[in-house]
């Protein structure tokens, strides 16, 4: 049985706002708060952290409390989607704020040089557009190109990820699905730009995530995921293998099938649920998928897929995974 | 030519939060200073109000700015969606936030008589469910029926109006479409409850606005409604008429149709806009709305309508909207 | 353990044509093959059979057939969505195809008589609208309401199910949600006509299915259902439990709770599939949720919902579902 | 004022077929009969003709049928998508069958020669997958690659057009989305494969038209495109301008905007329509389109676009397409 390891994005552990609950779902929460409550789930080593963070924290603090959680830093996300980047980061008609941008994320580099992580993690939430005629496309992709280009050539040193989504907040993302992201990181021409695959943004794109998953494998850029839920028409980052267990497994069994090693990591938001439980609900059902891989005829399965063969392979899947 | 009322939620001048940029899409306003911004709309005469506002602003001054801006009150909007009620309202597990939740709206009625206002706005967002499993719909749906019930029974001089939404922030909302709400408020057998139809939550419901208003009508429910736009998948509350020019259109043609007489509200979320701009947009293209109901030949469209012949009835609609 | 009877549309044996394959997916078959095959299905006993069907094949014939598969026939499915009807049937503008759809449907009567049978099954594919402003909304409704419950009230005898579904083949389908038919059935004011729950109907329109079973329950109308999966966003009549099969299992967990007691229909369309392994495919599943409920902690998920507890009612579910 | 060529995929003018109406919307036509009812279109000039045709049609009669109604060809479309490839062409599990597509794909260069046509345009709507588990997607993928790389290398003298589609027949199409297939034209590494654009296809999937047609342009891909319009959630095939008329005017702004030049062609299936009526609409509305662009403040548009400003652009959009 494989060794896994298990990651999350601290914001799983955060209080949220949205357009109605503008007082919150609960009370706010430190980000050493956030970091302890990461330290409670089962089976957690690494998380990814949002940068800059609160001004009265220190890097010293947040290292002391990953610390004594036994957890290490994968990645940095640098806040490139909050108030001064509402109308866009990377993409933003002011040339200032496209610099802020870059200053934001090359000090998200620092951070990741600090703490040991593996990659800045770039989110580029407000890239986009909300209106027809609203903008001039080929320069906003443009933009985007440059923007994280620039900072991949800054940053030699280190590993850059692009987390698509279709959409929200903006109405159109701009790195909206796998193939754009691709097509993107081609044109920038550097070594060090890869995806991060969310499991939840695929499906809401209408992609197949293990699809997704082989297409950025094969294209050498499949360099982070996370994983998650929802209804297929939003990212409504619910607890993992909670409404589609089934495309979930395919999407570890296409990771597994091309030996590709990394932290599965979690994209929760769990907005009414207690963090810590749903984190552990969804590494449980992680670990069950996991023995499930190891369970599954892997040699019929290919040859299933040879022939196409749904109900084939559908059998055997459900074997490995139902246990019937 | 008819002579028109335009209104709007006092929220689309507000200034917004989300999930992302949790600091907000510009500084805070007061309610009085957006009272302020929607005095400087060209043609704007009412607006509802969210209940209760921040403690440091009086019911007089409200009144007062109010004034000086020539607004009327047309609602109020109980906020029964945040952190208090952020796992329901009239459905919440704990009776005892169901009992807060009816005396918040039982304040916003004494409000409405205040104010001399037209009814209660009822939108009950958190009121619904996200996972498989979670609830008992059963239970769910009575206490969704028994709570506006009450309501309704407890002030039998007011209207209240259910504003019905597919989702967010619940995956599920309990009051998800017109045919739902009204089967709800049958169940209820008091008369002065009726719907508040978003033109673009139906949209968003895989309704036909036009049908929804007509249903509605035809259950002498219809006592309010608001328009804006979206992409038909989620509620974006973009300016109406920027998407869907036509079934706004065929959504007042059916209510003139009906002798429907009631304000023309918006209910827009201009994240990134300026919101007075964003509410004279909308107005000037209702207005043109308006102008094409004058130009529009009835006759030659109702006869189109008897056939149900698609081409027939859209030349005729188009002629008036476009004027070609 | 529950003594469970399994049950198909008979179009689930059949070949399939679409607007690109327009010589089918495969040789075309005759009434009886079809018989024949749903004979081959380990555990099928019934049949639900669509009317009228080619002129020679006899009713003698068709009870010859199923007689020697030990199929009964459960519904019959009067064929008002073919080229006859393809601008509506009950709603058709043409009084004289209203006439029609009526004669069509009195002649399943009879063969729902002759064949023992529980119900004629309405699925009025035909009747919505396509553009906007095509209809008269209101109109469009009412004979909606007045061409079902005229069959009604001409066959007191027998039951008459409506199968809803939000659209296809026309772009809005007047009778699109179970809320939607509930209002209508109520209109009609007659005992004898309920609603047939199609599992991917409900996903498909936005629905939970438990939910949308619960309501229909709850109402008395819950006359029949069958099950399928798709991708949420069309019905792909994809073999039950390949995509969501948590959702499935609280859909069957609801019907269990409610003392549900009828046939686990199949509707599937297996265009690519042996459609006897895709009958076997589901029912296998069908038989291990019958057997996961028989093993469900009951008490523990009351209690779980009756505190909307997500994570406590899933943890519960899965152990019954997955085994862990 | 700008001249346009019109053109219409010749499937318009068919009489369709699909799983509910098997015994078709009418009666079936003949591919002369078509072509006599594309001739009756006031403004129609050139055809895509699906291939091969019924055995009893000839060559010389298309061309002469073609001739007598003004009709030049600007495209074949062969027929990749019936019985025989309904488990896909280019990615059929079976060799032979491949080799097939090959030939079928072939003998439609050879009519795109005799007809001095401008393409061989390429639907591989069967060309995907339905079930999570049934394939392969590295050898999915390679063989969507490959198969049309051949074809581009077997005909060196003639271009290729792959119009890409979300999905239908298929629940997932491999060639999904614009980015997707310009990522599998690269990969090709031909100059003489493109995009074919279709307008509702890219609503479908998520897009935004006018982005798309940018991004095609900006690789050097766009080599044909058609419009209709639909409900966004699937592909409805309606006529165009009917409900999304303002991010058709944008699609046509980009084009223009970047000095495309082609033919407007329709992709439109009017199931229950008057298919000259249908087609006509559609011009007029296009007509208007064009006069509109005309009339549009191009720089001012420009301004607002380099700032973002949706409401300023929309304002100017507004007053070119409604004329206020």
């Given at each position: 049985?494989?060794?896994?390891?298990?990651?999350?994005?601290?914001?799983?552990?955060?209080?949220?706002?949205?357009?109605?609950?503008?007082?919150?779902?609960?009370?706010?929460?430190?980000?050493?708060?956030?970091?302890?409550?990461?330290?409670?789930?089962?089976?957690?080593?690494?998380?990814?952290?949002?940068?800059?963070?609160?001004?009265?924290?220190?890097?010293?603090?947040?290292?002391?409390?990953?610390?004594?959680?036994?957890?290490?830093?994968?990645?940095?996300?640098?806040?490139?989607?909050?108030?001064?980047?509402?109308?866009?980061?990377?993409?933003?008609?002011?040339?200032?704020?496209?610099?802020?941008?870059?200053?934001?994320?090359?000090?998200?580099?620092?951070?990741?040089?600090?703490?040991?992580?593996?990659?800045?993690?770039?989110?580029?939430?407000?890239?986009?557009?909300?209106?027809?005629?609203?903008?001039?496309?080929?320069?906003?992709?443009?933009?985007?190109?440059?923007?994280?280009?620039?900072?991949?050539?800054?940053?030699?040193?280190?590993?850059?990820?692009?987390?698509?989504?279709p959409r929200e907040p903006r109405v159109h993302m701009s790195y909206g699905s796998m193939a754009r992201t691709l097509l993107g990181i081609e044109a920038m021409g550097v070594p060090n730009v890869g995806v991060l695959l969310d499991f939840g943004h695929a499906l809401f794109g209408g992609e197949s995530p293990a699809d997704s998953a082989q297409l950025a494998i094969d294209h050498g850029r499949l360099f982070g995921m996370d994983v998650n839920d929802n209804l297929r028409a939003w990212d409504d980052d619910m607890v993992a293998g909670t409404v589609h267990p089934i495309e979930l497994f395919e999407f570890f069994y296409t990771l597994r099938k091309n030996n590709w090693e990394g932290v599965w990591q979690l994209d929760q938001f769990p907005f009414r649920e207690d963090c810590v439980e749903a984190a552990d609900m969804a590494i449980d059902f992680l670990k069950h998928i996991d023995a499930s891989l190891d369970r599954l005829d892997w040699d019929a399965l290919a040859a299933a897929q040879n022939r196409q063969d749904a109900m084939g392979a559908q059998k055997i899947a459900r074997q490995a995974l139902f246990g019937f």
């Open positions: 049985m494989s060794k896994l390891t298990f990651g999350a994005g601290i914001w799983h552990f955060a209080t949220y706002v949205d357009r109605y609950a503008t007082d919150g779902y609960g009370p706010a929460k430190s980000l050493i708060e956030m970091i302890d409550l990461a330290g409670k789930v089962r089976d957690l080593s690494v998380v990814d952290i949002n940068a800059p963070w609160s001004a009265d924290v220190s890097v010293d603090e947040v290292e002391v409390a990953l610390k004594r959680n036994n957890l290490s830093v994968i990645g940095i996300t640098p806040e490139i989607y909050n108030r001064e980047f509402s109308k866009g980061a990377f993409t933003n008609p002011d040339a200032g704020i496209r610099r802020r941008a870059n200053e934001v994320c090359n000090d998200a580099a620092n951070l990741v040089r600090r703490f040991g992580a593996s990659y800045v993690k770039l989110w580029p939430g407000q890239d986009g557009w909300d209106y027809p005629f609203q903008v001039d496309h080929k320069q906003l992709w443009r933009h985007s190109i440059e923007g994280i280009g620039e900072l991949a050539s800054q940053n030699p040193d280190l590993k850059f990820v692009i987390e698509y989504k």
